[in-house]
């Protein structure tokens, strides 16, 4: 159904009549997060759910503080190595179908704090992300904007057949290896069943190191 | 229709088995939870009698009961109160290790 | 007797079922859900007990020292006094003066107990 | 004894509007084969009950969410269908489909009963809820000690998820909900006993009976004696503890133990949590309506047209949006505080207004009666909330600046 | 008396929640994909390139300096200057960033690209919905998608591009006697031809969505 | 001698260690509140043993929000430092910027122009208005209130973004402040906007005490609640608000008279019993006093250049030396001690967090508290965790 | 037939009270056998005794004893008695039953026609309580008062010994 | 007070104490006492009790990385060059050891004066890397000194809980010394800047010798 009949349809009073737009429409408009916040992004996260900007409006301003009731974790902020396997275990205890919004530049990348010992260089090695909002901090528009990516995303999704997301499968995992604290880094460094750069920028320096293994411990 | 005799019957089974409890187990709650079901069995004979005796509307079993309950409530209060208290200088609820330990 | 005890539970019994049929009907749609559709993954970090996102130490069912009993006590003697004066208070209008004072008396020995706890700080918490 | 009385049901228009359920009611029944009846009548009444409050939860939801909403200077849910209304929808179907995680070191049988068994128990309740003119599911005798005993069943199931959860921050906050319950439940019980009293029933029918009537425009609830408005004012208290609202919201208090006792339920288990909760939220509310204001009675007497089952949910959406607001407003109390203001405050009030209503009785109505009330009212309250504050000091300061 | 404090409190919340339906104070939701805040002049979100004319791969004024990349606090540019050289904006032969990669996944917004930039080539913008779903492609931003006209710099922070323009004129102006007398002293060389033109492609790896 | 050693050692001496696990003789729980716990103000985590509900041991545990501020500033320039000081307490950007330059200031000895000094106090005081009021609000989610004070709080904090955005370009992130200045003028119409931002930011304060000054539940979980004695305090190197509100007078904007804060009339509210409630009315009653010195910074400012022009905005290598420069940040002396070896970045660079060394004292307040207490003495401390663990 | 599925459920209840290993499902099984009772007591005509059971066993009695195990520690020890102390236990309730079994079912005089339904309405009993069991109930308001005193007194002994 | 007069007097009230002042060249004019390890707890004992100074507030407690240095400097000197005296320039390298540095804020609440800047060194930055605490004497150096001992591993002797409080018990080294190595995990970098590159090279370039890391 495209997007227009589907206004207009809504607007009649006329809702999604399958299944799985059904499924669809019922998760994405009912996104509760977690509350979950670490660092500075998480001040705008808070920003987000406030009167000026209202998360509510989109029926997810229910955050809750436990994983088993959170359908969306908003990795807002810096994930330190110490944070790393916290966040991927709270990550794994909440239930399926759950969603991550990587928000700003910490989470995504490492960001400013990229360069050195004990920042994570981007949270989607060890767990999914589903969406990213680049950003030092996302305004909380941009948050907004990214849920409403999220919830597209989710209205997109197939219940059944090969195209159905990962959580609908039973041969993808729904928990990932928490890493474990190392003498000098986290063990594993990253989840390499996870994790594979896709990129079709090919870098024109390429870094001498390779991507293989890293050589300590 | 019920007769008199199955109440009967289930207070006799309910009052063993409560029986059975305080002497099978060792477990000081357990024996107290094994007293009250004795409580409740007798209870239960009260109504029964009640029901099927000859003065129902003089109420005496009715208020037996009442009275039984209030009885009951005391002595779970109490018994449970001594329960914890020994725990706390015991360290246990077991009957007969609390008995060892007496000294 | 029995006629009447239907008569007067059946329609209680029934809101029963509905009731326990409104919870678990839909757990039941969650499960036949899940066998089409969404299959359950458990996993061993997943289905360990939540504690903040740390691995969680010691067992939770360790003994609690707590002072919640001591109240537990005096509710299950004003539980069992409730018991006393829902009648009382249902008999009341029908009742001589003398009959209430014979409540405020048990009222009275209740208060006084409820008094002393309170004195002696049984009623304090920590 | 039955509800399902259709004495009214030849009377002309005011009453056909308001017997309007019974009469369709009867009207399917009469289409029925006469062995099943009575059985599909009271199933008629079960599926309306449940339904009905089951449609009163969704609605809360999403009542409590926008109202919130504007007391906090926003919108609140406003995109799901119009103006927000399907999103009680949305959340269930994402609850449904939503994945169950039972943890391994749980107790899986327990834990899937308990939130059954709330359901169950905050369900039953209503059996005895008079909502209308004879629209009562069954008129027990014992009807108000039917609704203590099946509602102290609550805290079995609380106990029952936070244990068998096994996790600290659920026992502890089962712990505290069973005690913040039966702490609560002493003062609930003794102030709904004035109104038994004045009533010499604890038929919720017949107490909703002896409340209709006016004298000029003042109805004849209970809520317009001193006694009554104390009672009332109790009440209501215990029944925001009762029902683990804020601020005596402790058991689920989330900015110290998390979730509460449900912290580890997932999916719609948990939905049936929140579930449990509203409805012993509207029931405990109805029993308000029922005991102090007037039950299914129009407040006015020029009112009396319109149907009693609406005046009941009138009551009831009123006492919801005052819980709305109050959980808007206030910080949460602290554990001891709340035990010591159950014990401390509620207790003695309670008991004292037993005495209340009892003089109330023996006295000759008049003015004089009134003022010995209100006295018996006023000054403990005066007293023992003036010794609340005082033993923890409560002041206000005044604070001194340097240059 | 107790209960005077809540009874305040409830009567602040009351009018909050009635003054919600009345008062735009009360009520200061922005509903954000429909309203939107005007947006302060000085927003600053992440980086572009300006460049001025039509052609974006002419008019580009980065002279790839690679200033920037070095005071940028988390390293997130990337700049290959090129080894040949093209006019520039005033028309001077200049060096051009071969390569100019942002990756945004990293930029902190901190501006100072824009600060230590000697060619005002390099400007704040104040785009924010780029909330991707794809890691490896939607954030790091190639010479292509970077670049925007100066058109834009005057939309998005008007005073500011004015008085860049008006800097930029004087000293093309400077720039112009110069080469007058350049010219007039030795006598005129043909001016270099631009290269050819092609369109902005804001295709490639970027792609947001 | 000996007993003032004794006095001042720490209440707990042993690690954490030996009580990781549950004695099995005690009737002790050992909880972990945090890192991840709706009220630690992020990462934070409390390793706490309860008896009953009342606590008997607490130790926090650092570092979960530790992004080697400090090492990336040691190898990257003077002025890339300050976006990162940004980051900081991320509440309040403008004050870190300002402490930051400042120590540079003072290690390369540069002068600040007049109408950059009172930029910098219009800043600082609006960063301290907002940090105070969404602290309160925090405070009060903590103690239960569902959002309300918060919602109204950062309803407030949003008009002084509005400002800081107008200003500096970013809400949170305003890396403004420079080594001898500010970065740009103020744009046209902004003072008009702070004073009318200012002139009813005291309807907002009166909104908050009716809503909760008086309320009992708050007077009854705030009162008499974390008492910390002056004495500990000082001990213990707290510094901001909660120092004052244990009766100290200890304010750095009166101690150094840094800026041009000896132009302003203020004073300096002071608390008397320590707890949790003077905390909470000494950052109201602080908020109405910066509100009079903005008041008057904003009507007292004249144009004139903002920023030295002896300082470089490139190639900037101090003298070798050494400086430690603080100001008083929202919630405590906010320090930095800079090493400059003559190179563009400096050898050292050191940040006194207030948050981190007000929590010396978190155990002691909260011992002998309840849980829920301890959630909200934790509060009242207004730590930020990028502050704590930077 | 009621009857039997009421007598089923609360000997089950009891039974399995008494025999399961893990406390909290020892107690848990005696609210089942609670509620039993108490559905037998609305079965024999006894509304107020029923929901009295409920309100006091299951809303009061039960949830002590839940924080009585909450509050003591349980080693893993706690089975039965010995074998032979077992034995010797089965054999006297096996005994007991027995004689009880034979003299309910020896008794036939019992066995009379149902008398109809005795009237107990809530206003009858509380007639009768105030008025012809007055003096017990002040009794019963000592013990309790009594009960309270004493329980108290052993906590409050707990609560001063504490560190 | 200045700084000559509380040297003196902490020479006249502790005996064997010998405080060192360390210039600072910066416009600060924020000198420093370096206190001898022995001494530095009764010293800043004295400090703290002495009611004139009265520096009852540590605010700032932080740690310094010396690496070991090497000076090389020209010395004319006199040398016999075939038979003849002669002045000849030589290149004299003189490697001072490196130190570790624990550095301390002092300021007065109740005087409000200060900062008496104080500083302690180590032997060396290996082995011998002990120092009293002064957690004892200002409870606010405990997380601070924590923090010291965990990022540049000084071991603070008397600390009644020294911990590693940034990093996780189980790691190693001390990150914020001057040869500290960052594990290796640039493993995607969309366009590694020249910087990075450099970094990464001379990352592998450092774990491929033995020594490569900080104590
Ligand atoms: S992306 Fe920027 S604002 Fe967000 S956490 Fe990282 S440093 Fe803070
Ligand atoms: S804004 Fe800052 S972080 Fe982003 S590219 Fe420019 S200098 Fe780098
Ligand atoms: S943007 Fe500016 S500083 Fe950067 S390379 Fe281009 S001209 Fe140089």
């Not at chain 4, 244990?163 to 505290?176: E, F």
């Not at chain 6, 904007?253 to 409630?277: A, S």
């Amino acid at each position: 159904m495209d997007q227009q009949l589907k206004i207009e349809l809504s607007q009649q009073g006329i809702f999604a009549t399958t299944m799985e737009e059904l499924y669809n429409w019922g998760r994405k408009n009912s996104v509760w997060p977690l509350t979950f916040g670490l660092a500075c992004c998480a001040i705008e996260m808070i920003a987000t759910t406030m009167a000026r900007y209202d998360l509510a409006r989109f029926g997810a301003e229910v955050f809750r503080p436990s994983p088993r009731q959170a359908d969306l974790m908003i990795v807002a902020g810096t994930v330190t190595k110490k944070m790393a396997p916290q966040v991927v275990r709270l990550y794994n205890q909440m239930p399926e179908p759950k969603y991550v919004i990587a928000m700003g530049a910490c989470a995504i990348s490492g960001g400013p704090f990229k360069q050195g010992y004990s920042v994570l260089k981007g949270i989607d090695r060890y767990i999914p992300v589903d969406v990213h909002i680049p950003g030092c901090p996302p305004r909380p528009e941009a948050l907004i904007d990214a849920f409403i990516t999220l919830q597209k995303k989710i209205d997109a999704q197939a219940l059944t057949g090969e195209a159905r997301p990962r959580h609908l499968r039973d041969d993808t995992p729904s928990e990932f290896p928490v890493p474990t604290y190392g003498a000098h880094d986290l063990q594993p460094a990253k989840n390499p069943t996870l994790w594979h750069i896709t990129t079709n920028a090919t870098s024109p320096k390429p870094l001498p190191t390779g991507t293989d293994e890293s050589g300590r411990d | 229709m019920t007769p008199l005799s199955s109440c009967l019957m289930l207070s006799a089974l309910l009052f063993s088995v409560g029986f059975a409890g305080v002497l099978m187990r060792r477990n000081a709650i357990l024996i107290l939870i094994g007293i009250e079901l004795m409580l409740n069995a007798a209870n239960l004979n009260f109504i029964a009698f009640w029901r099927y005796g000859s003065a129902p509307e003089a109420l005496t079993g009715v208020m037996f009961v009442i009275f039984s309950i209030g009885v009951a409530a005391a002595e779970a209060a109490v018994g449970l109160a001594l329960i914890i208290s020994i725990y706390r200088h015991r360290k246990t609820t077991q009957i007969d290790r609390i008995n060892s330990m007496r000294g | 007797m029995n006629s009447l005890f239907i008569d007067t539970y059946r329609p209680i019994a029934i809101l029963m079922i509905a009731a326990v049929g409104f919870a678990v009907t839909p757990l039941l749609l969650a499960w036949l859900w899940s066998k089409k559709f969404s299959p359950r993954k458990p996993g061993a970090v997943k289905n360990a007990t939540y504690e903040c996102g740390l691995e969680s130490k010691g067992d939770a069912w360790v003994q609690f020292r707590s002072e919640y009993y001591i109240y537990a006590i005096v509710f299950l003697v004003f539980d069992v006094e409730a018991i006393f004066l829902l009648p009382f208070a249902v008999a009341f209008s029908s009742l001589t003066v003398g009959a209430s004072l014979a409540m405020l008396v048990f009222l009275m020995l209740l208060v006084e107990g409820l008094i002393w706890a309170w004195q002696k700080g049984v009623l304090t918490w920590a | 004894m039955t509800a399902l009385a259709y004495n009214s049901l030849h009377h002309a228009s005011p009453q056909a509007a308001d017997q309007i359920f019974l009469i369709v009611q009867h009207w399917i029944v009469s289409h029925a084969p006469a062995g099943l009846q009575s059985l599909l009548a009271i199933l008629l009444s079960v599926v309306a009950i449940v339904g009905g409050f089951g449609l009163l939860f969704a609605i809360t939801t999403i009542l409590e969410r926008k109202g919130l909403g504007r007391i906090q200077n926003r919108y609140g849910p406003n995109r799901v269908g119009f103006f927000g209304s399907l999103q009680p929808i949305a959340d269930a179907i994402k609850s449904l489909t939503k994945e169950d995680i039972v943890p391994q070191t749980a107790d899986k049988l327990v834990h899937l009963l308990a939130p059954i068994l709330l359901v169950l128990a905050a369900f039953s309740v209503y059996a005895v809820l008079p909502v209308g003119r004879n629209m009562v599911l069954v008129n027990l005798d014992a009807g108000v000690l039917f609704f203590f005993a099946i509602g102290s069943v609550t805290e079995v199931a609380v106990f029952m998820a936070g244990w068998s959860s096994r996790n600290k921050y659920s026992l502890l906050g089962a712990m505290r909900a069973i005690a913040q319950m039966i702490s609560y439940e002493v003062p609930l019980i003794l102030s709904s006993l004035t109104v038994i009293m004045a009533t010499g029933s604890l038929s919720t029918v017949t107490i909703v009976e002896k409340q209709a009537g006016f004298s000029r425009i003042l109805p004849h609830w209970f809520l317009f004696t001193p006694w009554g408005f104390a009672g009332f004012v109790l009440f209501m208290i215990a029944a925001t503890a009762e029902s683990n609202r804020s601020p005596f919201d402790l058991p689920e208090g989330e900015s110290e133990i998390i979730a509460g006792y449900y912290i580890e339920y997932s999916g719609f288990k948990f939905a049936l949590f929140f579930l449990g909760e509203y409805l012993g939220m509207f029931a405990i509310s109805g029993l308000a309506i029922t005991l102090f204001l007037g039950g299914w009675n129009a407040p006015l007497p020029f009112l009396t047209w319109v149907p009693s089952y609406l005046w009941f949910f009138a009551k009831l959406l009123t006492l919801i949006v005052a819980f709305i607001w109050v959980r808007g407003t206030l910080p949460r109390l602290r554990m001891d505080q709340l035990m010591n203001f159950a014990w401390k405050f509620m207790l003695p009030m309670a008991l004292l207004n037993l005495i209340t209503a009892a003089v109330w009785h023996f006295m000759p109505s008049g003015p004089v009666r009134w003022l010995v009330s209100i006295v018996l009212v006023v000054v403990p309250y005066t007293l023992l909330g003036r010794n609340q504050m005082h033993k923890s000091h409560l002041e206000k300061r005044v604070y001194r600046f340097a240059e | 008396m107790l209960g005077e404090g809540i009874a305040k409190g409830l009567i602040e919340t009351a009018r909050n929640f009635l003054g919600s339906y009345v008062n735009k104070d009360r009520l200061t939701t922005v509903q954000y994909p429909e309203q939107r805040l005007p947006q302060a002049e000085a927003t600053r979100d992440f980086p572009f390139l300006v460049y001025d004319g039509e052609d974006w791969q002419a008019g580009l004024r980065c002279v790839g300096c690679q200033i920037c990349e070095k005071e940028c606090p988390p390293k997130c540019i990337f700049i290959e200057k090129s080894t040949d050289k093209k006019p520039d904006a005033v028309g001077k032969p200049q060096f051009y960033p071969a390569v100019f990669n942002i990756d945004i996944s990293v930029c902190m917004s901190c501006q100072i690209c824009v600060e230590v930039c000697p060619f005002d080539a390099i400007k704040m913008d104040t785009a924010f919905e780029l909330s991707t779903v794809d890691r490896f492609g939607g954030l790091l931003w190639d010479k292509a998608r970077l670049a925007k006209p100066n058109q834009h710099y005057h939309h998005v922070h008007p005073t500011e591009a004015a008085e860049v323009d008006g800097r930029l004129a004087e000293e093309r102006a400077k720039a112009d006697a110069k080469a007058k007398a350049a010219a007039e002293a030795k006598t005129s060389a043909p001016p270099p031809a631009a290269p050819p033109a092609a369109p902005p492609a804001n295709s490639g790896v970027s792609s947001t969505s | 001698m000996s007993t003032s050693m004794e006095a001042s050692t720490p209440a707990a001496h042993q690690g954490f260690a030996d009580a990781t696990m549950i004695d099995h003789e005690s009737d002790l729980l050992q909880i972990s509140l945090g890192p991840h716990h709706p009220s630690t103000h992020g990462v934070f985590r409390m390793d706490v043993v309860l008896d009953g509900e009342r606590v008997v041991k607490l130790k926090p545990v650092f570092g979960y929000l530790h992004r080697n501020h400090e090492k990336i500033a040691e190898s990257t320039t003077y002025l890339a430092s300050i976006p990162y000081t940004d980051r900081l307490d991320y509440m309040c950007s403008l004050s870190n910027n300002w402490a930051y330059a400042l120590s540079v200031e003072k290690l390369a000895g540069l002068q600040v122009p007049e109408r950059a000094e009172y930029i910098r106090v219009i800043a600082a005081e609006l960063t301290r208005l907002q940090n105070h009021a969404s602290t309160i609000g925090f405070l009060m989610q903590e103690m239960g209130a569902s959002g309300t004070p918060l919602m109204y709080a950062f309803r407030e904090r949003e008009k002084i973004l509005d400002l800081f955005e107008a200003l500096t370009g970013s809400r949170m992130m305003c890396n403004y402040m420079r080594f001898g200045g500010c970065r740009v003028d103020l744009p046209a119409g902004w003072l008009d906007q702070a004073r009318k931002t200012v002139d009813e930011y005291p309807r907002f304060l009166d909104e908050f005490e009716s809503l909760l000054a008086s309320n009992e539940i708050l007077l009854a979980r705030t009162q008499g609640v974390g008492v910390l004695p002056p004495k500990l305090a000082i001990q213990g190197g707290v510094t901001g608000p909660i120092l004052r509100a244990s009766g100290v007078n200890y304010d750095i904007r009166k101690v150094d008279r840094y800026g041009i804060y000896e132009r302003f009339d203020f004073k300096v509210p002071l608390g008397e019993h320590g707890d949790v409630y003077d905390r909470y009315m000494i950052r109201m009653l602080e908020m109405r006093e910066s509100l009079k010195i903005l008041d008057q910074a904003l009507h007292q400012i004249t144009p004139g250049p903002i920023i030295d022009p002896k300082a470089k905005i490139r190639g900037f290598r101090p003298k070798p030396g050494e400086a430690y420069g603080r100001i008083e940040s929202p919630k405590g002396e906010l320090g930095f001690y800079l090493i400059s070896d003559g190179t563009p970045n400096p050898y050292r660079y050191r940040v006194r967090p207030p948050s981190l060394i007000n929590l010396t004292v978190l155990e002691d307040m909260c011992l002998g508290s309840s849980l829920a207490d301890t959630v909200v003495i934790f509060g009242t401390i207004d730590i930020v965790l990028g502050e704590v663990d930077r | 037939m009621l009857f039997t599925i009421f007598a089923a459920l609360t000997i089950a209840g009891a039974v399995a009270a008494i025999s399961l290993r893990n406390l909290v499902h020892s107690v848990l099984s005696l609210i089942l056998a609670f509620a039993g009772l108490a559905a037998v007591y609305l079965l024999l005509g006894a509304q107020f005794i029923g929901f009295a059971q409920i309100l006091v066993y299951v809303g009061a009695v039960a949830i002590l004893i839940v924080f009585t195990i909450l509050l003591t520690r349980n080693d893993g020890t706690f089975g039965t008695s010995s074998q032979a102390s077992w034995n010797l236990g089965a054999l006297i309730v096996i005994a007991v039953f027995g004689t009880l079994a034979w003299t309910i079912h020896s008794s036939a005089a019992l066995q009379h026609a149902l008398p109809p339904q005795p009237e107990a309405t809530m206003q009858q009993i509380g007639t009768a309580l105030m008025v012809r069991f007055a003096l017990p109930l002040e009794v019963i308001g000592l013990l309790l008062t009594a009960a309270l005193i004493g329980a108290a007194t052993i906590a409050l002994h707990e609560k001063q010994e504490r560190p | 007070m200045n700084l000559e007069e509380i040297k003196s007097t902490l020479e006249a009230a502790i005996p064997g104490c010998s405080p060192q002042i360390v210039t600072n060249g910066s416009p600060s004019g924020q000198h420093s006492l370096l206190l001898d390890r022995e001494h530095a707890f009764v010293a800043a004992m004295f400090l703290r009790d002495d009611p004139t100074l009265c520096l009852d507030y540590c605010s700032n407690v932080t740690g310094l990385d010396w690496l070991d240095t090497e000076t090389s400097e020209k010395v004319k000197v006199t040398q016999l060059v075939d038979g003849v005296e002669k002045e000849v320039d030589e290149v004299r390298k003189t490697r001072t050891p490196g130190y570790l540095e624990a550095v301390y804020h002092l300021y007065s609440m109740q005087k409000k004066h200060g900062p008496l800047v104080v500083r302690l060194r180590t032997e060396n930055r290996t082995d011998s890397v002990h120092l009293p605490s002064f957690t004892p004497i200002w409870r606010s150096a405990e997380f601070q000194e924590r923090e010291v001992f965990d990022l540049f591993g000084i071991i603070f002797d008397g600390h009644p809980d020294l911990r590693r409080i940034l990093m996780w018990d189980e790691f190693e080294d001390h990150p914020m010394r001057k040869d500290y190595v960052e594990p290796d995990d640039y493993e995607y970098e969309p366009t590694p800047h020249d910087a990075v590159l450099k970094k990464a090279l001379e990352h592998r370039n450092r774990i491929s010798t033995p020594d490569g890391q900080g104590a």
